[in-house]
């Protein structure tokens, strides 16, 4: 008797909402970030100048992070840290590729 085993083409899709979830709390773990530059209330309904934005081709993302840093901090040093949260926070929790995460430091909060 011979066994036949049907090949199944399936393709998992993770929705932009789980990916600006990810990309929400790796960005907010790092020491120096003060907040995002903006509230997110409801992920899926934010149109008008998110603090994070997402363009996805194909199977990889790019992601633009707006966030406010701690005003003792060096901009620099965060921002480097927010591009590698981020990008190795996506790649592990999703599969997915991150080409680049731009970050956009529009404030500074001074305590």
């Known amino acids: 008797m011979e066994v036949v085993k049907d090949k199944v083409n399936s393709r998992l899709k993770i929705s932009d909402d789980v990916i600006i979830t990810v990309a929400r709390l790796a960005t907010l773990e790092v020491e120096g970030v003060a907040g995002l530059a903006g509230e997110m209330k409801v992920f899926s309904k934010i149109k ?11 199977d990889t993302v790019s992601i633009d992070v707006k966030i406010k840093i701690v005003g003792t901090e060096k901009a620099r040093r965060v921002a480097r840290k927010v591009q590698k949260s981020v990008s190795e926070k996506i790649r592990t929790m999703t599969g997915i590729s991150v080409t680049r995460v731009n970050v956009i430091i529009s ?5």
Do not use: H, L, Q, S
Request: proline content about 12%; hydrophobic content about 30%; cysteine-free.
């Open 48 to 58: 008008n100048n998110p603090p994070i934005k997402i363009t996805t081709t194909g």
């Open 107 to 111: 404030g500074a909060v001074f305590d």
